[in-house]
């Protein structure tokens, strides 16, 4: 379980493929403090840590994972969003992220609000109802609030200090991202659905 509030950004150093995986080392300021077997969420993706060596750490993503996320993108050079599981004791700052990404969303427009920054995303509309005005969603691993939420589009405010911490700067239009829409939403439309 994860908060949304990014620790550190990361470099992709060296990607392996084997069968249908992959898997990735990137060096970060965090990655000499993680231990073996401890779970991280990766832009958004939570991933298991398989070797640490020295200021690096290696993780793998199976097939699905590939499939649901914007990881078969990642290329050496690749900056990601970093952040460790969170603790009992830890401040709730973000929300109740689970680094279980739905699916992929398009970077539609992005602008520059002079101190600020908009940027509108365009999903699936069969998500939709996961998606509520003011409500939580987690774009590559960030916590953000969405607003103007339209069938299949939404945007989110970017302050400063997110847009300088995170590799939302280093996004443009027409890139994807992983989202990951909020937990009790899912919960309460399944609970919907399954009326009889």
């Known amino acids: 379980m994860f908060t949304g509030i990014i620790e550190s950004t990361g470099i992709i150093t060296d990607i392996t493929a084997s069968g249908t995986n992959k898997s990735f080392w990137i060096k970060s300021a965090i990655s000499a403090d993680l231990k073996v077997d401890q779970s991280v969420s990766h832009n958004g993706v939570c991933l298991t840590v398989e070797e640490i060596e020295a200021d690096r750490h290696k993780v793998t993503a199976v097939e699905e994972t590939l499939e649901k996320t914007e990881l078969n993108g990642w290329a050496p050079g690749s900056i990601i969003n970093l952040e460790r599981s969170l603790l009992l ?22 602008k520059d609000k002079t101190g600020s920054f908009v940027f509108e995303f365009t999903y699936s509309k069969k998500f939709a109802p996961l998606i509520i005005e003011k409500g939580s969603i987690c774009i590559n691993g960030i916590s953000l609030t969405a607003f103007e939420v339209k069938k299949n589009s939404f945007k989110v405010a970017i302050i400063p200090y997110t847009y300088e911490h995170t590799n939302l700067q280093y996004l443009k239009e027409k890139d994807k991202a992983n989202l990951e829409f909020d937990m009790i939403g899912k919960y309460f439309l399944r609970k919907i659905n399954l009326k009889d």
Request: hydrophobic letters at 25%.
């Open 89 to 110: 004791s830890s401040r709730m700052d973000g929300h109740f992220v689970q680094g279980h990404v739905d699916t992929t969303g398009i970077c539609k427009n992005i």
